[in-house]
Structures are given as C-alpha cells and as structure tokens.
C-alpha cells in the first residue's frame, strides 16, 4: 500500500507568514496581458524555470513568492542573475 504523499512536496511556511496565491488570470496580468497558450508555453519551456502551480479543481494557483523569487533570478533584463547586472554597474 502507497505510503501518503500529500502534502510532502508543498513549502514549509511559517504561521505567521501571510501566504498569496494567483490565479492564471493574475498571472497573466501580472506578465503583461499574456495569453493563456503563452502561459502554458513558459511551463512547458524547462530552460525558463517558470514555477509551477499548485492545481487544485482544474485551477492553477501561483505562489506569488515563488514568481517574485523567479523574477529575481532573471535579472532586470530577463537573460540571467540579477547580481550579475549588479556587478557589471559597480
């Protein structure tokens, strides 16, 4: 008999922490307007490293941490660290 997984792949948080999720509509806002297939494309798209949602009835919800960390590591032109540009400027 299968051992119970649920749960088990989720992130810690801590009790006090105040936790947001979006869904793909907000997300898509969030990224500019984009379509839903663009969406799906950055998903499919293992070299982008786009986080992935939790599902829960058909839905997809996003993390917002999880997006902001992901934002933070392209770097403000989108192409790689952020500290890498930081250190290009010093």
Known sequence: MPAHTIGRDLPRI????????LNAAQVRTRYGGMSDMALWRWLQDQTLGFPKP??????????????TDWERKRGPDGSGPAAADEAEIA
């Open 14 to 21: 801590s009790k006090d922490a105040t936790v947001t999720y």
């Open 54 to 67: 939790l599902v829960i009835n058909n839905r997809r919800f996003w993390l917002a941490a999880a997006l």
